[in-house]
């Protein structure tokens, strides 16, 4: 979900992630590796202010995938097959830090 920069509108984006058996591996002691992840956007909308939701099917894409740099209990690093670098972190995690 992506505001608007004066908040008046949301742009929605849904999105597929398929785990493919050839990117990943298990330890030893059975935890899953995961390098690769199929990601494609099914859906997206865009609502502003009272307007009704209007779908915009020219942003669906497939083929998409994230590359997983890093990751742990609080923390997701990824980059995108176009380059871009998302930052996840759990809320719980962030509501920690920035106390």
Known sequence: MVLTPRG???LNASVKYTPIAKNFDKTNDG???LRRIACDIVGATFKYKFFPKLSLPFLKKKGGFLDFLYMDNDIRI??????GTFIHFRPEFLEKVMA
């Open 31 to 33: 935890k899953i590796v």
């Open 78 to 83: 990824t980059r995108g097959n176009l380059g």
């Open 8 to 10: 008046n509108g949301v």
